[in-house]
T-cell receptor
Framework: SQKIEQNSEALNIQEGKTATLTCNYT??????LQWYRQDPGRGPVFLLL?????KEKRKERLKVTFDTTLKQSLFHITASQPADSATYLC???????????FGAGTRLFVKA | GAVVSQHPSRVICKSGTSVKIECRSL??????MFWYRQFPKQSLMLMAT?????????EQGVEKDKFLINHASLTLSTLTVTSAHPEDSSFYIC??????????????????FGPGTRLTVL
């Protein structure tokens, strides 16, 4: 069955450092991959989308890589800030966008 | 733009009662809406997909008679949890997808999520 794995352990980093989160998947060939931010008790907020034919995508302090051979995506937040503390979800989508599968997320804590 | 609201934000009800949750796209027309359920520290689990004017498509294991979904207009979808039981307590989140916005940066069908509804069944 399709499976998405994100590090279930929280990631603790110091302010100003780069946070790197990992998303691995199996038994799936997604047309695209998305990253969302979710704060406690809130719905997810879309951050970035990267297509299967793209290797890297950047948006301000965010960078996403997508390796379809390794079946892995890395999500980087540079110059991290305490306000970046949240849970980050990885999601995979098919060509038609009819179904999106979410990972359980990784909790990020940025210490001042 | 692309704002989705949910009402109520939290609800507490007695076992056996029915609860209706509304999901509205405020500034765009949502051709498709999705309903998810999320348990603590777990991923969002898709319950059903609804297209305006047609019956919802339920995921395997989701009881359609228990979770009634209505997508009567391009800006409103409702989820009714019928005869709720304590095990139905969860965080319910809707999302909406816009055909008009599909050609933009999120052309692979970016979803816009509501803030979620916390349901507690006593």
């Amino acid at each position: 069955s399709q499976k998405i794995e994100q590090n279930s352990e929280a990631l603790n980093i110091q302010e100003g450092k780069t946070a790197t989160l990992t998303c691995n998947y199996t038994n799936y060939s997604p047309a695209y991959l998305q990253w969302y931010r979710q704060d406690p008790g809130r719905g997810p907020v879309f951050l970035l989308l990267i297509r299967e034919n793209e290797k890297e995508k950047r948006k301000e302090r965010l960078k996403v890589t997508f390796d379809t051979t390794l079946k892995q995506s890395l999500f980087h937040i540079t110059a991290s800030q305490p306000a970046d503390s949240a849970t980050y979800l990885c999601a995979l989508g098919d060509t038609g966008g009819f179904k999106t599968i979410f990972g359980a997320g990784t909790r990020l804590f940025v210490k001042a | 733009g692309a704002v989705v609201s949910q009402h109520p934000s939290r609800v507490i009800c007695k076992s056996g009662t029915s609860v209706k949750i509304e999901c509205r796209s405020l500034d765009f027309q949502a051709t498709t809406m999705f309903w998810y359920r999320q348990f603590p520290k777990q991923s969002l689990m898709l319950m059903a997909t609804s297209n305006e004017g047609s019956k919802a498509t339920y995921e395997q294991g989701v009881e359609k008679d228990k979770f009634l979904i209505n997508h009567a207009s391009l800006t409103l979808s409702t989820l009714t949890v019928t005869s709720a039981h304590p095990e139905d307590s969860s965080f319910y989140i809707c999302s909406a997808r816009s055909a008009r916005l599909a050609g933009g940066p999120g052309s692979y069908n970016e979803q816009f999520f509501g803030p979620g509804t916390r349901l507690t069944v006593l």
